[in-house]
């Protein structure tokens, strides 16, 4: 039998854990491992690694994958639904953020039971299936926006949502406002059937102003939801209490970023982050979550 | 963890690409499907953070769609999915194109800015049962691996966390493989290293 050194040894441990050796070189090594002890821990400790390694979380992509991937190869569908699929939510964040800074969430987080307002059972959220329970790989084109310089910059195409075709008056519904003081009167918070009340409640800057009346359209044609659970989005972990509930998310952190505001606007959603906002049964919430090590809640 | 593709696997893929070529843009959609969590759970850990991975993922995607007419079947499918996605992920870390989170740090650097989470990351290896902790040990991982030298980090991760053979990493790469051997090899060395450091091995 070939006769192995500890360095011939050590220089074939990799491809002995990767099963990658001949018989003669692997029964070499093993007798020269039966002989040596210290080989024999350098073997394990890499063996240790490579378990490690293995018993890494594998990452899945998110459900609006394939559909990203179509828009991006069909140009001309692409141009047009990025607008809506990119400006949508961002417009949909930069307004709910705007209005709601300092009352509707100061509101959530003093009162964090008002998020069960928002899981009305018998109105579960849409699921993206069609009539023969198949899931949609890809939602047709069917809208009527006519296309708007965006820009790069704005668009954001890992965003993993949609917008239903109710956001109109989705924020016209909150949870009561508490007498305790956070004072922002209803009319504050019923925003989104048009410019004329988001500027009455926020002074948006004009450009954005002007980009919204542009963007919203009398009907919102693009109608797809899409299904996810509350354990984990886009690395932002949100509240215990709505773990498996479907909603549907609105904006991200991420989206935050890409909005081309002024300054002490954006510095002010900022302040908020990480947001989530998303609509479930009508209604508009923002959670502001981050993981703590020490619990894994909020 | 092997997640090699049996042959029948790979005859659907052969049949999938035909059906694409000829027109068929379900095909394609199945194509996506069967590949895009094994693409981007590499690019993940290559790139070092998911939103960089996801973006790089589409594209990887995007461009096996416009050159799937250049696709001869010489290769798997899969080995010419995970090429693309090598190549793309080498050039854009080349180009400074990452964005998002910085480099892996080590666990000095740990030590020295968050002494508590460092702390944390190591207790997390004797009590692995909790979630959090078992989390934390994850990123540990992924930032160890992130300190390794790109062309040792790409091997490894082809290797021990995809499963793939020598044979397999050589077509991807486009290198000998007595070349993926004695980078894998370093590469091991290199990690095993810092995990002892960091009192995980």
Known sequence: MEHMDCQEAREEFGALLDDELTVQRREAIEAHLGECSLCLRDLESLQRTDRLYQRLERKTTPETFERDVYDAAHPSIFRRRRVKRSMWPLIAAAAVMAVTAGTLFTLLLRQPNRFEMAAAPEAPAPQLRGEGGEPYLWMPFEGKFEPIDVGEDASVRSMPTAVSEDLPSAVSERPAATDDGSGVPEAGIGLMSGESDIAMAQPAPEAQSEAMAEAMPETMPLTTEVPITFERVEGVWIQEGYAGEPVTVLATSADVEALELDQPLRDQLNALEPPIVFVHDGKWFRINGQLTMDNGQL | VTTKLDPQEQTRDEALVEACLKGTPQAFDELVCRHKDRVYN??????????????????????????????????????????IAANLASNRLRDGHRKGRDKGVSLEHLLESAPAAAGRAISAVT???????????????????????????????????????????SEVLDCPEGTVKSRLSEARRRLREQLVKAGVV
């Open chain 2, 42 to 83: 590499l690019l993940v850990r290559y790139l070092g953070n998911e939103q960089d991975a996801l973006d790089a993922a589409q594209e990887v995607f995007l461009r096996a769609y416009r050159g799937l007419h250049g696709f001869t079947g010489r290769a798997r499918l899969s080995t010419w999915l995970y090429s």
């Open chain 2, 127 to 169: 009590n692995p049962r909790d979630l959090a902790q078992k989390r934390e040990l994850d990123d540990l991982l992924q930032q160890e691996l992130g300190c390794l030298p790109d062309h040792y980090r790409m091997p490894f991760i082809l290797r021990v966390i995809e499963g793939m053979s020598y044979a397999e990493i």
